[in-house]
């Protein structure tokens, strides 16, 4: 079973930094973390960040300038360093994987996984 282990949410004020972390097994070579979302209760999952294969980034606009997004590939870990924090990000935070399509992956592993979610607060 795939498993993506996210960590580094908590409580801050506006204007904190903090910074995700999303592992998957550093030998599984058909799974490798790629993009940060977000959701609030009642409302839809969200895409804040991603990275693609040839390290492009992508970002929500409402985080642009503010978040970063990263990739470890030697330990195969992603990150996300959110600075200038405001009460509007406050949400759980969960990191996808993206399969790498060869054959082998293809047969043994679903298109995408998701992490737990961490919660990230962010006080006024």
């Known amino acids: 079973q795939v498993q993506l282990m996210e960590s580094g949410g908590g409580l801050v004020q506006a204007g904190g930094s903090l910074r995700l972390s999303c592992a998957a097994a550093v030998d599984n070579i058909c799974i490798s973390p790629m993009a940060w979302y977000r959701q609030v209760p009642g409302k839809e999952r969200e895409l804040v960040a991603a990275v693609t294969g040839r390290s492009t980034t992508n970002y929500a606009d409402s985080v642009k300038g503010r978040f970063t997004i990263s990739k470890d590939n030697a330990k195969n870990t992603l990150y996300l360093q959110m600075n200038s924090l405001k009460p509007e990000d406050t949400a759980v935070y969960y990191c996808?994987?993206?399969?790498?399509?060869?054959?082998?992956?293809?047969?043994?592993?679903?298109?995408?996984?998701w992490g737990q979610g961490t919660q990230v607060t962010v006080s006024s």
């Open positions: 996808m994987s993206e399969r790498l399509d060869a054959t082998y992956c293809l047969k043994h592993y679903e298109r995408t996984y």
